[in-house]
Nanobody
Framework: QVQLVESGGGLVQPGASLTLSCVAS????????MGWFRQSSGKEREFVSA????????EFADSVKGRFTISRDNAKNTVSLQMNTLKPEETAIYYC???????????????????WGQGTQVTVGS
């Protein structure tokens, strides 16, 4: 079964930038929609961003629009999340996920994603 591995998390100051990466163990997800979710302590996991199989369609949570960018490189089985102007409340574990059967308009639906990484911790604080 394909595995997703996130990297790039860490401790940054408010207002800083960070780029998360997610690598798939094989190319079986090259046609899948890839998403990023996050979960803060004591809260439910929430949608952050998603990108369709060819990068032609992206979606962002309202809270990150204009600050986050998502991209993918299918040749490297990689999806990235560029996060700018980070806020303390965005401290969370960030998860990469893949959905091989999903429609436009469903990108926010966590249950549609059938592959998940283990997550990477992002801490925004001084």
């Amino acid at each position: 079964q394909v595995q997703l591995v996130e990297s790039g998390g860490g401790l940054v100051q408010p207002g800083a930038s960070l780029t998360l990466s997610c690598v798939a163990s094989d190319d079986s997800l090259s046609r899948a929609t890839m998403g990023w979710f996050r979960q803060s302590s004591g809260k439910e996991r929430e949608f952050v961003s998603a990108i369709n199989y060819n990068g032609g369609r992206t979606e962002f949570a309202d809270s990150v629009k204009g600050r986050f960018t998502i991209s993918r490189d299918n040749a490297k089985n990689t999806v990235s999340l560029q996060m700018n102007t980070l806020k303390p409340e965005e401290t969370a574990i960030y998860y990469c996920a893949a959905a091989d059967k999903i429609r436009v308009g469903q990108y926010l639906r966590e249950y549609k994603y059938n592959y998940w990484g283990q997550g990477t911790q992002v801490t925004v604080g001084s």
